[in-house]
C-alpha cells in the first residue's frame, strides 16, 4: 500500500495490520452506505465483505486519507449492480426501518425517517448516489466529484435537483 514515507508502493501487497486497520476504521461506514442504498441488511453485509474481500485480492495503491473514499466507490458500485438485479426491484423497501440509526425519540421521527428513505430510493441512481455521499457520508461537492469522476458543477447540479426531486416524491407520497 504506502511505503515509511506514505508513497505508494505499488507492490500489490497488503500486510494483514494495514487491513485490520482499515477494516476497523471503515466497515461500519461501508455497512451503514450500503444499507442506506439497499434498505437490506443482509445485502449490505454481503456488500461489505465483498469490498474488504476486494481489498484484500486487488490491493490498489490507496492515497492516504482517500481510503474510505476508494472503499465507498466499490461499495456504491456493488449496490448498484445488485439494485439493477431484477429481483431486488420487487422487494419492498423502507420495511426495516433503519436499524443502524439510533433508535428516534417518537414514532413521527422513525415515520418521518422511513419515508424519507423510500423517498430516496426512488431516486435515480446518479441522484441517490451524490445524495447517499452527501448526507448520509458527509463528504463535500468536490470530493464526490473527485470520488466518482465528474465535475463539481455537475454534482452541485445532481444535489440540488436531488433535493428538488425528494420533495417532490415525498409531497407525492403526503410526507411533507
Not at 29 to 47: I, K, M, P, T
Request: aromatic share 8%.
Amino acid at each position: 500500500m504506502n511505503d515509511r514515507t506514505g508513497k505508494p508502493t505499488g507492490n500489490g501487497r497488503m500486510d494483514d495490520q494495514q487491513f485490520s486497520e482499515l477494516y476497523e476504521k471503515y466497515a461500519n461506514d461501508v455497512l451503514r452506505f450500503s444499507y442506506f442504498y439497499l434498505g437490506d441488511r443482509q445485502q449490505a453485509e454481503d456488500v461489505t465483505q465483498d469490498v474488504f474481500v476486494r481489498l484484500l485480492t486487488h490491493t490498489p495503491d490507496l492515497v492516504p486519507g482517500k481510503e474510505k473514499a476508494w472503499l465507498l466507490k466499490v461499495a456504491m458500485n456493488r449496490c448498484r449492480d445488485i439494485w439493477r438485479a431484477a429481483w431486488v426491484k420487487r422487494v419492498v423497501l423502507g420495511s426495516p426501518a433503519m436499524e443502524l440509526t439510533p433508535a428516534p425519540g417518537n414514532m413521527d421521527d422513525s415515520l418521518e425517517r422511513q419515508e424519507l428513505m423510500v423517498a430516496i430510493h426512488r431516486l435515480p441512481a446518479d441522484f441517490r448516489d451524490v445524495v447517499l455521499l452527501h448526507y448520509y457520508q458527509g463528504y463535500g461537492i468536490n470530493e464526490i466529484a473527485e470520488m466518482l469522476h465528474v465535475p463539481e458543477g455537475t454534482i452541485s447540479s445532481r444535489l440540488s435537483r436531488g433535493r428538488k426531486k425528494l420533495q417532490d416524491i415525498l409531497k407525492e407520497s403526503g410526507g411533507q
